[in-house]
């Protein structure tokens, strides 16, 4: 069961994806001045502790350097959130979540298509 | 273990005086020191209740040791027989009766005290606790990072490097900090407007910057462990009163008059905000009651800026660190609390007083225990220590000083003090005397007596054995130490010659003892002969009191002028003999004597009045001498031809100075010249190289002018307490700087304050003066005020006695020998003085003296008689001639008669007079 985090945490998180699943808290702090970002330092150290604090991350030393490694992927977190959404939204049923898409063109033709066909090859 | 509580008791009652001081100091103190101050200053108190360090005198030191016996009393130590006995009530308290109190309640009173200390400071983390743990169970992450940022710049500029947490709890009453490692504010709501935000975050952060967390438990600590003592409990919450004020003022100091008034805002919406925790048996950061935020923002309002450490908070700090010391404690010594099996009752520890001296401290050594101390606790083997009276020893083994492994290196003096009674049986010992091993140390001055030590070490083949010191390592210094075994009381192997001949002077008295009287009399002149005094003195101690040598000899040293042998025989007289010795020095005007004498009978009084006159009587005779040969003296100056004279030096053919006077304003120099027989022939001017001869001598100090006594009347030797007495002639009038004192706005001509003994305080002259001041003592020698003093006693004190004499005029054909001749009785006071001069023109002796009126008889010189001069027929004359002899204790003041009297053949035509110089 992953935790919930906050919009500012995903961030972070996202950042250590891109960045191969483990990223030094100076690539962290560029990547964020890069996109905008101009979070105090200590504001992005307690981010990063809380996501530690919730099994997302793990810290470790390099010299006196802190690295960052992601415990959980991207699509596993993708996953969890989807399942979560389902359940509190669809009370677990991915059809009603299909539906909504397509009924509110969040999903086009091409990609019901490519779904389809991607389901057909899947299929046992 | 009740030693413990002891200490904690002491501790305890320590840091209430210092709670006292700063409680009743608050008022004076709010406003004029820095909160800051009012707030750090509880952590010396804390410091006093939680650590046992102490002074080696300190109030409760010396408190707990006058109780001492009282405690040892009322807590029975039963498997503490083998330890030192409680010390009797030697210091006079009154051991509390054993009976009256229950031994099993007061020997469990420290289960209780620890049980409730560790039972409160258990329920202290646990409520804890379950706080935060309430606290984290109802929090959520602030995760608007708005409010982070602001919260990681506030941090920033306070100069906080560590992240801090942010959650909110809209369960509590009002933003707390929680944790020391991992720090987090939490605050009722995130909803804040910013400029309560920012002051309430900056509030937060002062806290966990100052550690005022770890504050707090330090409290509690001490609140735990004097849960005994309610104003422990005062402090407590004195100390988080003072915790918020400070924080409030570190908060403000940066702000203006519109920040402050913001951040009391920021207070009463806090306040007024409210959760459903209350939380307040904890030690967290903000528990609020209405009472304390009227005084914050009283404060808040009063605030002004100071600077750091004033100079009144500093000596505050001092003062009270000095009294955080001198409180002290009553801390068992070391050897106590490092062992444990001497921990369960031994509170029968020794107290040692101490002198400074020349920088090094000595320890003062009364009694069996603090001899049996040395060695243990403070009293370690490397101190200084000295014999204070002579100490009886217990039959109790001695455990000898200093071992191979700790070796005596101190010093001890026994200052010649004995010990007696040292008793070693111990047939295991190794080590076996008063001192075991020393090492570096000084050991001497020591004596032993009837110790027994022979049993010892029987069984151990190579034990060592001696008296004072057993085993002497490298650099030890060993000298004047005597031991003398039980049993053989005074055995001295050594005859007197031996003993005289070898230097051994303790042995030399006994063996001298051991002499006939006549062997005495040769030896004594023998040693009279080589001017070894030292050996006179002792061999003077082991004669009989009424042995005839004394007198022979005080005759003996009295006709040499041998004065330093003479005042030896003295401290065998008893006062009769030294008042007649002291007539006898008066009548043959030998001064020198009589001023010994008067030193012998404590009269420095009469002494001092004794030199005034003889400087007066001798200068006088100076003066009319020099006037003989063209020097005339005017005041302190001497005149030759006119001219002032700059050296003045009269010196007799054995270069003795009679007169050498300097006068800086002087142009020429003078000498009196003297013939063989001392008469002055003649003035002259000094060559250069007598003036040269005469001044490089001075410069290398080779001639000693007035040493045998001090002329001077400012004399030097009673201005050791001169603050004291200043201060206490001021408080009746006289003021003074040692030299010039006033009394009611005039100089001081003559201050006289002497003790109802005669001894002066001060006596001191100034010629400017114009006043003659005395200061009244009561018997007690109290200052109870001055006066002037009358015109009789200005006369006796500088010797201008003639005019108040009463002459008795002696005229008288012829006195039988054998019979009295009375002339008459008179009323004599103490202090009066009387002074002989009769002639006689044949006869070979006479006496004159006085007896208790009513004893007069005409066949036989009655007893006592007073103040009597022996005389014999000297040079072919006849004649008893004396200065003035103070009548005085043991003399009492009374009818006195005077009488004439011979034994040796009849008195024809005898003549002079008697003077009574009295003092009104």
């Not at chain 2, 005596?408 to 200052?415: H, L, V």
């Not at chain 2, 032993?448 to 070490?457: H, K, T, V």
């Not at chain 2, 005007?589 to 009589?594: A, G, L």
Request: glycine fraction near 8%.
């Amino acid at each position: 069961m992953i935790q919930q985090i906050s919009d500012s945490e995903l961030e972070l998180m996202k950042i250590v994806w891109t960045s191969g699943g483990t990223a030094l808290y100076a690539q962290i702090m560029e990547e964020l001045s890069r996109t905008g970002r101009t979070w105090q330092k200590n504001t992005v150290i307690t981010l990063l502790s809380r996501l530690v604090e919730k099994g997302l991350l793990k810290t470790s030393k390099i010299g006196r350097r802190n690295r960052y490694t992601s415990l959980v992927s991207e699509a596993e977190y993708q996953a969890a959130q989807t399942q979560t959404l389902l359940n509190k939204l669809y009370e677990g049923s991915a059809k009603g979540l299909v539906s909504t898409l397509i009924r509110q063109d969040m999903l086009s033709a091409e990609d019901y298509e490519e779904l389809k066909q991607f389901w057909e090859r899947g299929k046992p | 273990m009740n030693a413990l509580l002891r200490v904690t008791v002491s501790l305890s009652l320590s840091g209430s005086l210092l709670i006292l001081v700063l409680l009743a100091a608050k008022p004076l103190l709010r406003y004029r020191v820095s909160r800051r101050w009012q707030y750090y200053i509880w952590l010396l108190v804390i410091a006093r209740l939680l650590l046992p360090f102490t002074l080696e005198t300190s109030l409760m030191g010396t408190l707990f040791q006058k109780s001492e016996p009282v405690i040892a009393e009322a807590v029975p130590q039963p498997d503490n027989d083998s330890a030192v006995p409680a010390p009797p009530a030697a210091d006079g308290s009154i051991p509390v009766e054993t009976e009256q109190t229950d031994p099993d309640i007061t020997q469990y009173l420290w289960v209780i005290w620890l049980g409730t200390a560790l039972i409160l400071f258990i329920r202290k983390i646990t409520v804890y606790q379950s706080f935060a743990q309430y606290i984290r169970a109802g929090w959520e992450e602030v995760s608007d990072t708005v409010l982070l940022d602001r919260l990681a710049q506030t941090g920033e500029q306070m100069g906080v490097r560590r992240s801090v947490e942010l959650y909110t709890n809209r369960l509590i009453s009002s933003p707390l900090l929680l944790g020391i490692l991992h720090p987090c504010i939490v605050l009722p709501a995130a909803g804040l407007p910013e400029t309560d935000f920012q002051y309430t975050v900056r509030h937060e952060l002062t806290h966990y910057k100052r550690r005022d967390i770890l504050y707090k438990w330090l409290v509690q600590a001490a609140l735990c462990i004097h849960w005994f003592n309610p104003l422990v409990w005062l402090m407590s919450r004195e100390t988080e009163r003072a915790c918020e004020l400070s924080c409030d003022e570190a908060v403000i100091r940066g702000l203006d008059a519109p920040g402050r008034r913001a951040y009391g805002d920021t207070l009463l919406h806090a306040a007024g905000a409210g959760g459903r925790f209350k939380n307040s048996a904890a030690p967290v950061s903000l528990s609020e009651s209405g009472e304390l935020l009227k005084e914050r923002l009283e404060a808040i309002m009063n605030f002004k800026k100071r600077t750091t450490v004033t100079v009144l908070s500093a000596c505050l700090t001092a003062v009270l660190l000095m009294g955080a010391a001198a409180a002290g404690a009553a801390v068992p010594s070391v050897r106590t609390l490092k062992l444990p099996e001497n921990l369960t009752g031994s509170v029968t520890d020794v107290s040692m007083e101490t002198l400074e001296f020349r920088g090094t401290t000595y320890y003062l050594v009364y009694s069996e225990a603090q001899l049996r101390a040395i060695g243990t606790g403070k009293y370690g083997l490397d101190k200084n220590y000295m014999q204070q009276a002579d100490i009886r020893l217990s039959p109790e083994e001695w455990v000898p000083i200093g071992t191979s492994e700790h070796p005596f290196t101190g010093s001890y003096n026994g200052n010649g003090f004995e010990i007696i009674g040292l008793t070693m049986t111990d047939p295991d010992a190794e080590i076996i005397g008063l001192f075991g091993v020393a090492e570096e140390a000084d050991l001497y001055n020591i004596t032993l007596r009837d110790y027994d030590i022979q049993n010892a070490g029987n069984k151990v083949s190579d034990s060592i054995i001696a008296p004072v010191l057993a085993q002497g390592r490298k650099n030890f210094r060993y000298y004047d130490n005597y031991a003398y075994p039980k049993g053989d009381s005074i055995v001295s192997s050594d005859s007197a010659e031996t003993c005289y001949a070898n230097g051994n002077l303790p042995q030399f008295g006994t063996a001298f003892a051991a002499l006939g009287q006549e062997e005495q009399k040769a030896f004594l002149e023998k040693i009279y002969g080589d001017g070894q005094i030292a050996y006179f003195s002792v061999a003077l101690q082991y004669l009989n009191a009424d042995s005839p040598l004394i007198v022979a000899f005080a005759e003996k040293a009295y006709t040499d002028g041998n004065i330093s042998f003479f005042s030896v025989v003295s401290q065998h007289m008893s006062q009769e003999e030294l008042a007649s010795w002291q007539a006898r020095a008066a009548a043959d005007e030998n001064f020198k004597f009589q001023a010994a004498l008067f030193d012998k009978t404590g009269q420095s009084y009469e002494k001092k009045i004794l030199e005034k006159k003889l400087e007066k009587e001798s200068d006088r005779k100076f003066a009319e001498e020099y006037k003989t040969c063209g020097v005339t003296k005017s005041g302190r100056n001497y005149y030759y031809q006119g001219q002032l004279v700059n050296i003045f030096l009269d010196q007799r053919s054995d270069k003795s100075f009679c007169t050498l006077d300097m006068n800086p304003n002087g142009t020429v120099n003078i000498k009196i010249l003297r013939d063989s027989t001392g008469k002055v022939t003649g003035a002259a001017y000094m060559t250069d190289a007598e003036v040269q001869e005469l001044t490089g001598d001075m410069d290398d100090d080779s001639w000693d002018w007035d040493d045998e006594y001090d002329w001077d009347m400012e004399d030097d030797d009673w201005d050791w307490d001169d603050g004291q007495l200043m201060e206490a002639y001021k408080a009746c009038g006289v003021t003074g700087d040692g030299k010039n004192y006033y009394y009611q706005n005039q100089l001081v001509n003559i201050l006289l304050d002497h003790q109802p003994d005669s001894s002066y305080y001060r006596l001191n002259m100034n010629p400017n003066g114009t006043v003659n001041v005395k200061i009244l003592r009561d018997s007690a020698g109290t200052i109870t005020g001055a006066a002037y003093m009358t015109d009789a006693e200005v006369n006796r004190l500088t010797g201008g006695w003639e005019e108040m004499r009463t002459e008795i005029p002696i005229d008288i054909a012829k006195i039988k020998s054998g019979e009295p001749v009375w002339l008459g009785t008179y009323t004599i006071a103490e202090g009066d003085q009387v002074c002989y001069h009769v002639t006689a023109e044949t006869g070979e002796r006479l006496d004159i003296g006085f007896a208790q009126a009513g004893s007069e008889n005409t066949d036989k010189l009655p007893d006592p008689v007073y103040n009597k001069i022996s005389k014999d027929r000297k040079d072919g004359k006849l004649e008893v001639k004396t200065g003035a002899i103070t009548w005085r204790d043991p003399l009492k003041p009374g009818e006195y008669s005077l009488f004439l009297y011979t034994d040796g053949g009849s008195l024809s035509n005898v003549q002079g007079s008697v003077t009574l110089l009295q003092s009104n």
